[in-house]
């Protein structure tokens, strides 16, 4: 109707358009980066890392925490779990904005080409969040935001591309299909 017009007129007279994500790569020199086998969820004592071991040095290196331990550290006293290794270079690329499922299942595609000639990485991480205060969270139902509005899922892919596929949510949400 009447509305819709105006609606349509204000937008396009604003040249309103949809905001393109942002984009922005780094380089994460001499990184502790924990052991794993894509066969060993639960971890190895001295032979590779588990699951939530993973998942909790994940969320340290994109929050850029400092792997030290330095009793001075007032912000974190996280270690690297073990074991782990050191990798001269590690590369982090953050997609920031509204993204569609095909353009994740893209990423994932193109991420397992990193897998091709030199084989340098083992193995390679997507993490895709849901914005806090999203008001849908999994199933299309409510979601609760309480504290933290937790509400997302990491791909982890080894170069045999097994992978393993991990989910949070806060405690108030449905838990994911």
Same mark, same amino acid.
């Given at each position: 109707?009447?509305?819709?017009?105006?609606?349509?007129?204000?937008?396009?007279?604003?040249?309103?358009?949809? =905001?393109?994500?942002?984009?922005?790569?780094?380089?994460?020199?001499?990184?502790?980066?924990?052991?794993?086998?894509?066969?060993? =969820?639960?971890?190895?004592?001295?032979?590779?890392?588990?699951?939530?071991?993973?998942?909790?040095?994940?969320?340290?290196?994109?929050?850029?925490?400092?792997?030290?331990?330095?009793?001075?550290?007032?912000?974190?006293?996280?270690?690297?779990?073990?074991?782990?290794?050191?990798?001269?270079?590690?590369?982090?690329?953050? +997609?920031?904005?509204?993204? +569609?499922?095909?353009?994740?299942?893209?990423?994932?595609?193109?991420?397992?080409?990193?897998?091709?000639?030199?084989?340098?990485?083992?193995?390679?991480?997507?993490?895709?969040?849901?914005?806090?205060?999203?008001?849908?969270?999994?199933?299309?139902?409510?979601?609760?935001?309480?504290?933290?509005?937790?509400?997302?899922?990491?791909?982890? +892919?080894?170069?045999?591309?097994?992978?393993?596929?991990?989910?949070?949510?806060?405690?108030?949400?449905?838990?994911?299909?």
């Amino acid at each position: 109707g009447a509305e819709g017009s105006t609606l349509m007129s204000y937008f396009s007279k604003n040249q309103i358009q949809a =905001l393109k994500p942002k984009i922005t790569f780094s380089t994460l020199r001499d990184l502790q980066c924990p052991v794993l086998q894509s066969n060993d =969820l639960q971890g190895k004592p001295e032979e590779s890392c588990s699951t939530e071991e993973l998942f909790e040095w994940l969320g340290a290196v994109l929050n850029q925490v400092s792997f030290d331990n330095t009793s001075s550290s007032f912000l974190s006293t996280y270690c690297c779990p073990e074991p782990n290794t050191v990798v001269e270079k590690a590369f982090l690329c953050t +997609i920031t904005g509204f993204i +569609i499922p095909e353009k994740i299942i893209q990423l994932l595609e193109q991420l397992c080409c990193y897998f091709g000639e030199p084989k340098l990485a083992y193995w390679l991480t997507l993490t895709v969040h849901g914005f806090a205060d999203s008001p849908v969270s999994w199933r299309e139902n409510e979601h609760g935001f309480h504290k933290g509005g937790e509400n997302l899922y990491n791909f982890v +892919i080894f170069r045999n591309l097994d992978y393993w596929l991990q989910m949070a949510v806060g405690a108030h949400d449905d838990c994911p299909p």
